[in-house]
């Protein structure tokens, strides 16, 4: 007869203190977290269960806004547990969202899990475990890109990385966007910034802030070009900036 692990834990919980089992929890390494909790995937990225349904959907209204039609096709980079995914998914036409990530544990998941419970998984997403922004091994070129709260973990040169192969599949005309902490006291303030109540900035460490003439010279050569699209509603007070392909 199977045991049912998650039924002896659950049964073994009622009788373990609170402080103790917070303490196992921060010491026990993430993969263990499935054991107890069968949504451990919404937690790898940072601040991802808190926000998990208000972000989601905040991305799929924002670049709506923008344009985006369900014939389009989208890549979403850093797509972690498909928190926007799932909204993309369902808004789009069968094969057209392509999502990327650097966790395999995390993206498995998100396919077994999330796609079911969001009622998606017949619409063919293409989803990519890749640690290096290598797009191309996604085999399919894009008319929109979105990169949220990913630029604010990256130093300067992973985000010319990036760009450089954003450049490669993104359709001329195309436009990616990309969530940054904005520094407005330009490149020479070397300060931290205090950017919501809950989050400080950095020029030089996680999470980082950048200026926007520092972004501009990010994608010089690369093809595209970069504006400003400031405030989209993040409650955290990431900024929105956008590179267009050069038609």
């Known amino acids: 007869m199977a045991v049912d692990r998650r039924a002896i834990i659950g ?6 203190p609170i402080g103790v ?13 499935r054991l107890w909790d069968p949504d451990w995937h919404r937690g790898t990225v940072r601040g991802t269960k808190a926000f998990w349904d208000e972000l989601g959907k905040l991305q799929l209204d924002y670049l709506v806004e923008q344009g985006l039609q369900p014939e389009h096709y989208l890549l979403d980079v850093g797509c972690g ?24 544990d995390t993206l498995e ?3 077994q899990v999330e796609l079911p419970r969001y009622g998606v998984e017949d619409k063919a997403p293409n989803l990519l475990v890749n640690g290096a922004f290598e797009f191309t091994k996604l085999g399919q070129t894009f008319d929109y890109a979105i990169a949220q709260s990913v630029f604010t973990h990256l130093p300067a040169n992973t985000i010319v990385r990036c760009l450089v192969e954003m450049a490669k599949v993104l359709n001329p005309g ?8 904005e520094n407005p006291q330009g490149k020479t303030y070397l300060g931290e910034i205090q950017q919501s109540e809950r989050v400080v900035s950095y020029p030089d460490c996680d ?8 972004l ?3 994608c010089e050569g ?3 070009t970069m504006s400003y699209g400031g405030d989209w509603g993040h409650p955290d007070n990431q900024k929105m900036v956008v590179f267009r392909r050069d038609a």
Do not use: S
Request: glycine letters at 10%; one cysteine or more.
């Open 21 to 33: 089992k917070r303490r196992v929890r921060r010491a026990l390494p993430e993969r263990y977290r």
């Open 222 to 224: 690369t093809g595209l």
């Open 174 to 181: 195309g436009r990616f966007y990309a969530t940054i902490y």
């Open 109 to 111: 998941r998100a396919r």
């Open 216 to 218: 501009r010279c990010a």
């Open 11 to 16: 049964t073994l919980k009622q009788y373990v």
């Open 81 to 104: 547990p498909l928190r926007a995914g799932v909204h993309f998914i369902g808004y789009l036409e069968p094969g057209h969202y392509a999502g990327i990530d650097k966790r395999g």
């Open 207 to 214: 999470k980082y802030h950048y200026d926007l003439d520092t």
